[in-house]
């Protein structure tokens, strides 16, 4: 019999670096042939986009594929599952099978979907991989006023969690095997032993914690792990398999996202300046996408996590492409949507 297909599980909080590790994976693989199966959380594919313009040729646009419609731990039957089948079936066999969840994924249900007999008589988790934006944790983003999260559960009775957020950092850093402390650039050492207490407190389980920089990892540490992730899933449960009943339906109600198109933008300085005061006053967790600047052959990728914002010039606009703005916008429920839609059409 074959060996079963070892499968890489990459999950992470919004923006903590999951598509760059990928990138940075992909081009030192050593000829490996991977399949990557790509899930977003908004309308947008940008992070597909990205890794399909990295050109490596052990995993070519056809080995990369999308899961755009919703989260993949609420999609697994619709989605994962034939994804994975469709895989399977191809002539070429692979080597390795990378997925990068959304940033808002449980890891969970994703899991337990490997101890489905088709794909388990196949496939193995090699290993979940969670990223973490050392930075972030740093800055306190995980550790919830847990005075407002009271307040807002005293309102409304419903409210059975934690801070979402705050849930879904736990819930990510549960399932993991091997845990990336990313943006470590961002932080001095004493941040980042605060930052290593801060991770190891959360989880019960001891995985182990690397250090790293713009997701810069080698290939030979992420791949390999032969864990075997699956079969110790009912360890690791999240908050909303210990809360509700077997089989309850999870959702993200908690977090909306919607996309915003704009024309071409000339001052771009002067926008994404403005754009970090929009992000801060309505505290937007994730703003992404590509711009048309005026008069410039190449699109303009921005990436905003929090109101720190990256943006380079990643490719040359294609002849036949229509040009356009376009940014995806993620945040709680509660975030006035229609304020910061309105806000950043004004910018231009
Ligand atoms: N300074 C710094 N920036 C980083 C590092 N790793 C990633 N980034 C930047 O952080 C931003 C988000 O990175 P992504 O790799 O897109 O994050 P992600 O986890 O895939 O994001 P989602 O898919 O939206 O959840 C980008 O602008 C990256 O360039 C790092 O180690 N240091």
Redesign the pocket.
């Known amino acids: 019999m074959q060996q079963k297909i070892p499968a890489t599980v990459i999950t ?12 940075n994976l992909l081009t030192n693989a050593g000829g490996k042939k991977i399949a990557l199966i790509i899930n ?3 309308d947008l594919g ?2 597909g986009d ?1 890794l399909k313009g990295c050109g490596a040729e052990n995993c070519t646009e056809d080995d990369i594929i999308e899961l755009t419609n919703g989260c993949i731990c609420c999609t697994v039957a619709d989605d994962f599952i034939p994804t994975m089948t469709k895989l399977l079936e191809r002539e070429q066999r692979l080597d390795h099978i990378v997925i ?1 969840t ?3 994924a449980l890891p969970q249900p994703l899991v337990a979907a490997f101890n489905w007999p088709d794909i388990r008589s196949e496939v193995t988790v090699d290993g979940v991989i969670t ?1 973490v ?3 972030a944790v740093a800055a306190g983003r995980f550790a919830d006023d847990h005075d407002a999260v009271d307040a807002r559960r005293a309102e409304d009775e419903s409210l059975d969690h934690e801070s979402p957020i705050e849930e879904l950092f736990e819930d990510q850093l549960t399932c993991a095997d091997l845990i990336v402390l ?5 932080i001095d050492a004493d941040g980042l032993g605060r930052v290593k207490s801060e991770v190891a407190s959360r989880i019960a389980r001891k995985p182990v914690m690397i250090e ?5 990892v080698p290939a030979s540490v992420l791949l390999g792990l032969g864990i075997g992730t699956e079969d110790d899933i009912v360890n690791r449960k999240s908050h909303h398999e210990l809360e509700h009943e077997e089989g309850a339906p999870h959702d993200h109600d908690e977090f909306d996202s919607f996309v915003v198109e704009l024309g071409a933008i000339a001052d771009t300085s002067g926008f994404v300046e403005k754009l970090k005061g929009i992000i801060a006053e309505h505290d937007v967790l ?1 703003l ?1 996408g590509f711009i048309d600047v005026s008069g410039k052959p190449m699109r303009l990728q921005l ?3 929090g109101a ?3 943006q380079y010039f990643d490719r040359a606009w294609a002849p036949d492409e229509a040009r356009s703005t376009r940014l995806v916008v ?1 945040g709680l429920h509660e975030m006035d949507q229609d304020a910061v839609r309105k806000a950043i059409e004004a910018l231009v």
């Open positions: 992470g909080f919004l923006g903590a670096g999951k598509t760059t590790m990928i990138r977003e959380f908004g940008v992070d990205v990068e959304s940033g808002l990223v934006d050392s930075a990313n943006k470590t650039d961002l790293a920089r713009n997701g810069e994730r992404k990436q905003a996590v720190r914002i990256d993620i």
